[in-house]
């Protein structure tokens, strides 16, 4: 498994996204992705599936450090008690003494940064998450969170796919040595797969569309993904995306296709993206 390597964490480059999995159906696929090679495993708070994703994590056999489990705080838990009493929370549900990455899940225009990275610090200091991050900063709020926190601020999980440019958090997080982990990194998946560019990366190398875009990210320095599938077969397709790699021009032709700035996560709460 490739590993990215920020702020001393390790964390495999390749995850599976949990998002909409829930119950039984939600453990038994978590643990289908371990039994195939997984060692990364998304979650939050918000996603109503921490128990389902932990009791999986705790039964499959796997020594406990071998498998980096990500947790997220909502955004309206972002006042120090309520954020340090959410990771309790979701350890708890999670029947886990600790997660390895616990992350800020939005920001918040509530409640000042300064408190939330404080508390971030504190959970890291208790030992409740091995490190900690962000999820959907910007450039200006990343350079913020940075300069604020004592412990490495590791990861900055963004919505991230061929329809969107990242570009300016992407040299963001590489200025700071952040890694950047996509969220949607198939961008939900749709139209997309469909793309000409993709499709003909696909032939050239006997692979799916979709494998063509997860090693589209893997391939760009930094960068990690965490596609979610509720197939068995679709997630361990996801994982199997080590073996052959796009050209420059290949690289290049899915790139321009950031020209369609699709964004799909944005809500009332979102901070002011970057431009393009
Ligand atoms: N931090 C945040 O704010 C945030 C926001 C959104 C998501 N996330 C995280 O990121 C994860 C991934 O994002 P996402 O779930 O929104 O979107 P995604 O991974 O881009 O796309 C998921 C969709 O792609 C389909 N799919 C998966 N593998 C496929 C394959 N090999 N071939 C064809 N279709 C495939 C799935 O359908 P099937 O189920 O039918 O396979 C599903 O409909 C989430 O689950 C969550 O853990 C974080």
Redesign the pocket.
Known sequence: MMMLEAGGASIPALGL????LSGRRCTELVAGALAAGYRHV???AA?DNEAAVGEAVRHCGLPREQIHVTT?VWHTDLAPRDLVRSVENSLRRLGLDHVDLA?V??PSRDVPLAHTIAAMNQVADRGLARHIGV??FTVALLDQAVALSEHPIVCN?V?Y?PYLSQDRVLAACRRHGVALVS???????GGL?AEPAIAAAARAHGR????VVLRWHLQQPGVGA??????PA?IR??LDVFGFALTGAEMAAIDALKARGQR??DFAFSPDWDPA
């Open positions: 996204g949990t998002w909409t998304d979650t939050a996603y997220k992350l899940h939005w999820s959907n999980q919505e796919h969220y949607c990194p198939l961008g939900r998946a797969l799916s569309p979709a494998q965490i596609p979610r599938s509720s197939s679709r397709e996801n799909i996560c």
